[in-house]
């Protein structure tokens, strides 16, 4: 079975650094992109950035380059989204997602559990 | 960057035929992808490409596109079918390489 499995819920102060992890399990972990995907609370979904676990190329969203960084290590099929300084702002779920990206076609599958970060004073 | 528009809510009688839209000057060149996510849940891939779905998803469950939209529909509409719908597609618009969700249609199956 393909599975991605997030780390835990996290409850963080403004200022302090964070890094949540995705595992990749049932597929070859570099033949797909991982993506990482905010939602709000009570909000939409929002793509913020991608890497190719096979080199570690990523892309952000223009709205997220530079508050948050996408790595991988391929050695143990692991994608990891960071933040240097957290602010309440960043209070969110964030999933991951397996994604295939073609010439007129992408896809996100599947999906993390989600990973709730709360960034409270 | 490219914006993806949808309708935020959507009702449908059950057993009924619904359909859930997706407009954007990206679909004129690339397909959408669809995304079911219910309360507290992650979403879940339902349609991608021309009209795939995969392996799991009932087929009353279609996709089809035409010029700037992109149409998720659902022929004879369940109960467990309400969820918010979220569409997905690319933009290379620019210097970037983006991929953009539209802000979502809350389905009610009444």
């Known amino acids: 079975e393909v599975q991605l499995v997030q780390s835990g819920a996290e409850v963080k102060k403004p200022g302090e650094s964070l890094r949540i992890s995705c595992k990749g399990s049932?597929?070859?972990?570099?033949?797909?992109?991982i993506s990482w995907v905010r939602q709000m609370p009570g909000k939409g979904l929002e793509w913020m950035g991608r890497i190719d676990p096979s080199d570690s190329y990523t892309n952000y969203s223009p709205s997220f380059q530079g508050h948050v960084t996408i790595s991988a290590d391929k050695s143990i099929s692991t994608a990891y989204l960071q933040w240097s300084s957290l602010k309440a702002s960043d209070t969110a779920m964030y999933y991951c997602a397996r994604m295939y990206s073609g010439l007129s076609q992408n896809w996100f599958d599947p999906w993390g559990q989600g990973t709730l970060v709360t960034v409270s004073s | 960057s490219s914006e993806l528009t949808q309708d935020p809510a959507v009702s449908v009688a059950l057993g009924q035929t619904v359909r859930i839209t997706c407009q954007g000057d990206?679909?004129?060149?690339?397909?959408a992808s669809w995304y079911q996510q219910k309360p507290g849940q992650a979403p879940v891939l339902v349609i991608y490409?021309?009209?795939n779905r995969p392996s799991g998803i009932p087929d009353r469950f279609s996709g089809s596109s035409s010029g700037n939209t992109a149409s998720l529909t659902i022929t004879g509409a369940q109960a467990e079918d309400e969820a918010d719908y979220y569409c997905n597609s690319r933009d290379s618009s620019g210097n970037h390489l983006d991929w953009v969700f539209g802000g979502g249609t809350k389905l009610t199956v009444l």
């Open positions: 490409g021309k009209n």
């Open positions: 990206s679909l004129r060149s690339y397909y």
């Open positions: 049932g597929y070859s972990f570099t033949s797909y992109w």
